[in-house]
Structure formats: C-alpha cells, structure tokens
C-alpha cells in the first residue's frame, strides 16, 4: 500500500524539497518560496498532467530543507542535482568545459594553446571559449598557415639541431633555430589576438596599409606575402554573419518540449559573430519549460570558466533577478526575454533549431519504445528491456585473440561501459572457448546485469553463454539471444535470430531486427578496431625493435606523418630526415634494422 504523504506537515517557508521512492533513491529535488503550497500542487487532485501524476505515483517520502533565502534555496537545490542526479530532474551529463586558446605573453615567441581552465594572469591573453572542439581546431589550422606562429612546446624549444618540417613548407618562422626578429613576431601576435577577438575589419585595414608601406618601399615579395594573408583572412570574414553590432558576448539559449523530451539549443555570439552552438538533450522531464530553462541556466553557468555578459532566453523566468545573482555577483550579467527587435529574431533562429531538433529525438525515442516493447513481447520478458550487451571476439589464425563488449542503454550507445579483453585460454583459434572466457570475466561480478544479452554467432555462441551463465546462476536474469548471419547460397534474405532454451528462430520485425543488426554491427566495429590497434602496437615493437635512437616521441612522428609501419619502411633516407628529430645516422639505422 502506497504510504500517504503528510502536507499538513510540511514547512511553509522558503527551501528545497526531495521526492525519494520505496528504495530510499531521490527521484526529484526542487525549490519554492512556499514548501508547502509547491508541494500541494503535485497532489492536487484536478492535476490533469500525465507527467505529474506519473511522478506522484512513485513517491514514498518528501524530504525538506528550509533555507533562509530565495538565493540558498537555488544554490543548495543545483548542488543537490549535481551530486544526486535524480531521473526527473534537467541534469546535464556533459561536465566537460569548453575548450579556450591561450596566449602566453612571458615566453619570449609565443604559441597557440588549448586549455580547458581559465585562470586570471595579466601576462596571459584566453580567446573563447569555443562550443565545438572542431571549430576550435579548424581555426587553430587557419592561424598556424596563415601567421606562421611556432608549433612546439616550451620543452623543446631552442633544442633544435635544424629547423622542422613546419618551416620547411612555410607553416612557422622556426624562432627555435633562426634569430627572428622579437618585434617582428610580436606584430603577429597582435594580429592573432586581433583574428580571435573577431576584428577581422581593423585587421585588414592594418594589412592594407602595411602593403603599401611595403610598395612604396619597393618590398615587393614582402607585399605579395601580405597580399595572400589579406586574402585568406578576407575569405573567412566572408563567411561570418553579423548576428548582432553591439559587440557584447551574448548566450542565446531556446527550449522546446513535448511530452516528457526536451530539447535546448544555445547560440554563442562573441564580438557580433556566430561563434558555435550547441545542442542538449533530455528526457524523463516533469519541468514546464520555464523550469526547464531556470535549472539549465544553473546548472550549466555554476562555476563556469566564462560568463557573456547577456544570457538571451525564449521563457520569461519569474525569478530572473535571483538567477543573475545565483549566475555571479560580478561581473554583472543579464538575463533578457526580448519580446521585439534584433535579440528576438536571433531567438528565433535558436528556438527554430530546438524545434527542429525535438521532431527527430522524439521520433527517435518513440521508435525505440517500440522496437523494445516488441523484444519485451518476443522474448516474454517482465519488464521494458533498458541494457542491451553485445560481445564479439577477433584473431588472426588463433593468434593475438580479443574479445570486445559493447552496450546499448534505452536504443543508444553507452560508450562508457564498453570493455575490451585480451583473451588467454587457448592459444589456438576456438571461437567456442574465447566467447565462453570472454562472458565468465564479464559476469563473474554480477554487478549491472543487462536485460538481455546479444551474441554474435549462431547456437554454438548460445551453448557457450549457456555454460558459462548456468555456472554462474544468472540463467534466469538475463536474456540471452544470438544473431546469425543470413546464408546467402540459400538465398536467405535476413539475419537470423535464435534464443537461448528454443531450437527454431525468432521470428522478428524489421525495425527490431535492423535495431539488434546495428547493435552486432558496433560490437565488430569495435572489436575489430582493438585487433588492429593490438596488431599495430605489436608490429610497431617488431619493426623498431631496439633501434638506438628511436624511442617513443620518434616513433609517434614518424607514425604520424606516415601513417603505418609499411610506409615508414617504404620511405627514402631523405623522405626519413624530414622528420623532427631524425637525423641521417638515425635514418640508415631505421632502414638496415640496426639495433646497436
């Protein structure tokens, strides 16, 4: 019987509330001015929100905290979704922050780096930080070919014997082997910072005005090398749209909702030019969008490495003040629900690509709903099947046998869970007996059990799981099914799918079989790609052996300009010695195998 939720008792001050389930688990935190009356609303018996009534279903106990003030009640309830993560709360999984260039003015030629943390330095210039960490890199790989700034770390700087292959095809000035002009370089840096701060105009007007310079001083290749700067840079102001002339750092954020999906959008605008955007995803949501949008907004700017100073958003919050206050005291941001004007039709951009978002993650969703209610039917299970396991092992003739894990949570990879086994059993190929050694190291710890378990193979994979999970008694707990390819000499049109305790096939509807081909699919991708990281690191030690001379740094140039053992094999003494760090005594030792 469902225990009865005393509200007569419940605080009618400021504070956080937590929703717990039979289990003890916090499904749900919130915050209110009036515990109570907040409280009431979810029990309200004309409460005619699907969402809301489903939430209340699983209650058990209400948990309160009373806080002195409307601003500890937004700080303690953010900082208990962070560490609880409740199933109904907005929670943001991606805990990465944004990828920044940094500038450091104290080295004598700087460079371009990519931080992560932001610290307060005088001495040090941050450009960003950038939403995509491949914009971030493609504009990284502009600068570096268009204004020529050194590429290597301070740890090898000025230990150069020659100048490396960046110079060599007109990528850096080398200042860690030639006497480059300080003020020279330093003019490249301001031109730099004037790029990344998106002053493309007065940048190119500071070129113009060097090439004539140049011209009247008769320097004519030093004018034809700016010429070609000015015309790479001016390709790319090109391609930037002015989104807003005020040239103050703005967020533009937009939510769309339906049912229990939700979708934000953000733009971020950085000195009047689209910068990046980036999009987030969420399920399992009981939030209006006005909530939705006020535990975002907190969440995702608590102890952020940069604030802009406007936040332009599609819901007007009620509390829009108390957020700004949450957000920083200082610098001073503001929180802005424009209802006209140049910040309402950059909205709507944001707003039109959340909708547009929404319509495929719904779509998405709903399909995979279906296609687990039907495995949940065919495989006459007792509840909705949320973890699906796939293994696959690879080998080469028996040798250097590896196995690999892939799992797929509700229809979508969990990247994170995926495990990989170098396999020790048998030294001759026995697919029988690396499946089998394979599934014993997986489940032998009996911790995060899927609903069912896919194998690749036919019923001689299904004996193996068999074995091994009888031994362990997880017979009963998981659901075991393998995935046969079709035979095309009978002119079979489909995969076949069997399970563990019947002789003949499933039979199974597209969508579902489709579904379990993408999961076996992952499970050879992913495997297939350890066996040849396996294969290469092994090839790798066999080539270069003991060589003298060639320790790791070398050995990852050398992989990386070419790419494989057998190009390096292929490659001339000459082709050799273009490499950082190989020199022609190294190189003839690389190719005669010399160990001494």
Known sequence: MKKKIDIANIP??????????????????????????????????????????????????????????????????????????????????????????????????????????????KSVLYFGPFASGSSIRETVKFINKVFKLRKCKNKNFLRKTRPCINYQINRCLAPCYFDVDEKKYKNIIDEVSLFLKGKQNELISNIKEEINKASLNQNYEYAANLRDKLLSIKKIAEKQAIFHNDFLDKDIIAVAKKENFAIVVM??????????????????IIEDKNEIMESFIKQYYQNAT?????????????????????????????????????????????????????????????????????????????????????????????????????????????????????????????DYAYMMEALERRYSKKENLPDILLLDGG???????????????LLKKISVISLAKKDKNKKEKFDKVYKLGRSNELNIEPNTLAFLERVRNESHRFVNTFQAKKRNKETISSFFG????????????????????????EASISELCKIDGITETIANKIKEGDKN
């Open 267 to 284: 733009l971020f605008i950085r000195n009047s030019f689209l910068n990046g955007n980036k999009t987030f995803k969420f399920e399992n």
């Open 459 to 473: 019923k001689s994979q299904l004996s193996a799981a068999n074995i091994v999970l009888d031994e362990l008694n």
């Open 12 to 121: 009618q001050d400021s504070g956080v509330y937590l929703m717990k389930d039979k289990s003890e688990s916090i499904i749900y935190v919130g915050k209110a001015k009036n515990i109570r009356s907040r409280i009431s609303n979810y029990f309200n018996a004309s409460t005619k929100d699907i969402k809301t009534r489903f939430l209340v279903s699983k209650i058990d106990k209400i948990e309160t905290i009373v806080t002195n003030t409307e601003l500890e009640a937004f700080i303690l309830e953010a900082n208990l979704i962070k560490k609880h993560k409740p199933h109904y709360n907005i929670v943001l999984k991606d805990d990465k922050k944004h990828l920044s260039l940094k500038i450091d003015l104290k080295d004598k030629y700087p460079r371009l780096n990519f931080v992560r943390k932001v610290t307060k330095e």
């Open 306 to 430: 940069f604030i802009p100073k406007e936040i332009v958003i599609s819901e007007k919050l009620s509390s829009a003040r108390t957020v700004e206050e949450f957000i920083r005291e200082t610098p001073k941001v503001k929180i802005i629900n424009p209802v006209r004007g140049k910040k309402k039709d950059i909205l709507k951009i944001a707003q039109n690509n959340a909708e547009k978002e929404l319509k495929l993650f719904t779509s998405s969703n709903l399909q995979y709903e279906k296609i687990h209610l039907n495995l949940k039917r065919i495989l006459r299970l007792e509840k909705m099947p949320e973890r699906i396991e796939c293994f696959d092992n690879s080998h080469i003739s028996g040798s250097m046998p590896v196995a690999g894990m892939v799992v797929f949570n509700n229809g979508k990879k969990e990247t994170k869970s995926y495990r990989k086994y170098i396999l020790k059993t048998t030294k001759k190929a026995d």
């Open 546 to 569: 003991d060589i003298k001379g060639v320790g790791i740094d070398r050995k990852k140039r050398l992989l990386n300009h070419f790419g494989s053992v057998e190009k390096i094999k």
